[in-house]
């Protein structure tokens, strides 16, 4: 399997990576462990839990080795969906800002199940301080990784789709390292994706546009738009909007500034924002696609103040 990765490391069509994600699973799947969890690791406690399942952290009984452990209910959980998130999880984990796979995958009685290096200082969620974000610093230090991890995903003919901060997890203070995880969504560049129903402020409006009912070929824009709300939530502390949709006040607004170029409608949070901020966030969140910057544009703004100094007097706090 690990040789499998290793010769697929040049490919970056959609096409390409698509069919060797399909020999990964095959293979997996021929060499699926039948075991049950208690045997082999002891649960030391819950480190989230959503729709889709379950992660602990467990220590592996002989060894103590700390982990990961995501479990998928067989009840909710699609075998071929299972095989397919943990393969692509295996196949970008090269990188330094995405989680270390542990190669070991396997199935109980009642779940699907496979192990990652643990992240004991949680996600970056956890350390976003409502109406004020993070510090500048931290910002740019987690801007700088999640490029990097968003730029080699692409390389490798993927689309993250995920991009918010409970999937970005904390391997330091202050975003010192950082690490992407949950490829559940991930697919190969060009699959075809309908129209969402359950809008976010991280879904791109492209998808929310009812006029593209036969779907549309996802692309690495769709991820720049995710990082620019996450770099607002960052920056700010809030969302920029709750949906996508027109009707949605806040994102009407912005429809307003991206489409005349006033800001005069923007909600106050836009004010913490400097004028090269604002530059950055245009440029990530246009509403054309095609007019969209790469994540790797951020780079450039690195240098410039994102927050102006009297923020604080501008929120009225």
């Given at each position: 399997?690990?040789?499998?990765?290793?010769?697929?490391?040049?490919?970056?069509?959609?096409?390409?990576?698509?069919t060797?994600?399909?020999?990964?699973?095959?293979?997996t799947?021929?060499?699926?462990v039948?075991?049950?969890?208690?045997?082999?690791?002891?649960?030391?406690?819950?480190?989230?839990?959503?729709?889709?399942?379950?992660?602990?952290?467990?220590?592996?009984?002989?060894?103590?080795?700390?982990?990961?452990?995501?479990?998928?209910?067989?009840?909710?959980?699609?075998?071929?969906?299972?095989?397919?998130?943990?393969?692509?999880?295996?196949?970008?984990?090269?990188?330094?800002?995405?989680?270390?796979?542990?190669?070991?995958?396997?199935?109980?009685?009642?779940?699907?199940?496979?192990?990652?290096e643990?992240?004991?200082?949680?996600?970056?969620?956890?350390?976003?301080?409502?109406?004020?974000?993070?510090?500048?610093?931290?910002?740019?230090?987690?801007?700088?990784?999640?490029?990097?991890?968003?730029?080699?995903?692409?390389?490798?003919?993927?689309?993250?789709?995920?991009?918010?901060?409970e999937?970005?997890?904390?391997?330091?203070?202050?975003?010192?390292?950082?690490?992407?995880?949950?490829?559940?969504?991930?697919?190969?560049?060009?699959?075809?994706?309908?129209?969402?129903?359950?809008?976010?402020?991280?879904?791109?409006?492209?998808?929310?546009?009812?006029?593209?009912?036969?779907?549309?070929?996802?692309?690495?824009?769709?991820?720049?738009?995710?990082?620019?709300?996450?770099?607002?939530?960052l920056?700010?502390?809030?969302?920029?909007?709750?949906?996508t949709?027109?009707?949605?006040?806040?994102?009407?607004?912005?429809?307003v500034?991206?489409?005349?170029?006033?800001?005069?409608?923007?909600?106050?949070?836009w004010?913490?924002?400097?004028?090269?901020?604002?530059?950055?966030?245009?440029?990530?969140?246009?509403?054309?696609?095609?007019?969209?910057?790469?994540?790797?544009?951020?780079?450039?703004?690195?240098?410039?103040?994102?927050?102006?100094?009297?923020?604080?007097?501008?929120?009225?706090?």
């Amino acid at each position: 399997m690990w040789c499998l990765c290793a010769q697929a490391m040049n490919l970056n069509t959609g096409l390409e990576v698509a069919t060797m994600l399909e020999e990964m699973m095959q293979l997996t799947a021929q060499n699926l462990v039948r075991m049950e969890v208690t045997d082999h690791y002891k649960v030391i406690k819950e480190l989230g839990k959503g729709k889709y399942g379950l992660v602990t952290l467990v220590t592996h009984r002989k060894r103590g080795t700390p982990m990961a452990l995501k479990l998928l209910p067989k009840t909710s959980t699609k075998r071929h969906n299972f095989l397919y998130e943990y393969c692509v999880a295996l196949y970008l984990s090269t990188h330094p800002n995405i989680i270390s796979m542990f190669g070991i995958a396997f199935e109980s009685i009642d779940h699907y199940g496979f192990l990652y290096e643990a992240a004991l200082q949680r996600d970056l969620i956890s350390i976003i301080k409502p109406r004020e974000g993070v510090s500048e610093s931290a910002a740019k230090q987690c801007a700088k990784q999640v490029i990097s991890a968003l730029e080699f995903i692409h390389s490798r003919g993927l689309v993250y789709r995920d991009v918010k901060p409970e999937n970005v997890l904390l391997f330091g203070r202050d975003c010192q390292r950082i690490k992407l995880t949950d490829f559940g969504l991930t697919r190969p560049k060009g699959t075809i994706l309908k129209l969402v129903s359950g809008v976010i402020p991280y879904t791109a409006p492209e998808l929310t546009n009812p006029r593209n009912t036969d779907g549309l070929p996802i692309d690495a824009t769709l991820d720049a738009w995710a990082f620019g709300v996450l770099l607002f939530c960052l920056i700010t502390g809030y969302f920029p909007w709750e949906t996508t949709m027109l009707s949605d006040p806040f994102f009407d607004d912005f429809v307003v500034w991206q489409e005349t170029g006033s800001t005069d409608e923007l909600s106050r949070h836009w004010k913490k924002l400097t004028a090269d901020a604002m530059d950055m966030m245009s440029k990530l969140l246009a509403l054309n696609p095609s007019e969209r910057s790469p994540v790797s544009k951020v780079m450039q703004y690195l240098d410039c103040p994102w927050r102006v100094d009297n923020w604080r007097s501008v929120e009225g706090i």
